[in-house]
């Protein structure tokens, strides 16, 4: 009867000690998680803060450019130019569109590093030893 107590004891003690290293594997892979959750979050907030500036003072410049173009022009070219002025516009911010869509396809993705070390551990603990 002792002898089957102790055996119990030690299939508890070693469930124990599993439970408390998946729950270790749980917490640093939570931990991480949560980590690249607050770097794509900060970096998604510099990259719109950026985007923003950017865009607005382009904007700004350009429609000054363009405003000062026209008005140096003689008065029956005027037309042509805002035409002409119009259509560069457009050209540009297709080819700023089309870059944009560039960039996102050889972005990585997010979380990348969690889904990776989920993939190791899983690899891990399927293979029989």
Not at 97 to 119: G, H, M, N, S, Y
């Amino acid at each position: 009867m002792l002898r089957m107590s102790g055996h119990i004891n030690s299939l508890t003690d070693a469930a124990g000690r599993l439970g408390e290293i998946g729950t270790g594997f749980l917490e640093d892979r939570l931990e991480l998680l949560s980590l690249e959750l607050q770097e794509a979050k900060i970096r998604l907030a510099q990259i719109v803060l950026l985007v923003c500036a950017g865009s607005v003072f382009t904007v700004f410049g350009i429609v000054l450019l363009m405003c000062a173009a026209i008005y140096l022009m003689p008065p029956e070219w005027r037309l042509y130019g805002l035409f002409g002025s119009a259509a560069i516009s457009i050209l540009l911010g297709v080819l700023a569109l089309l870059l944009l869509a560039r960039v996102f396809k050889t972005a990585t993705t997010p979380f990348a590093a969690t889904v990776q070390e989920i993939k190791k551990d899983v690899a891990c603990f399927s293979t029989r030893n």
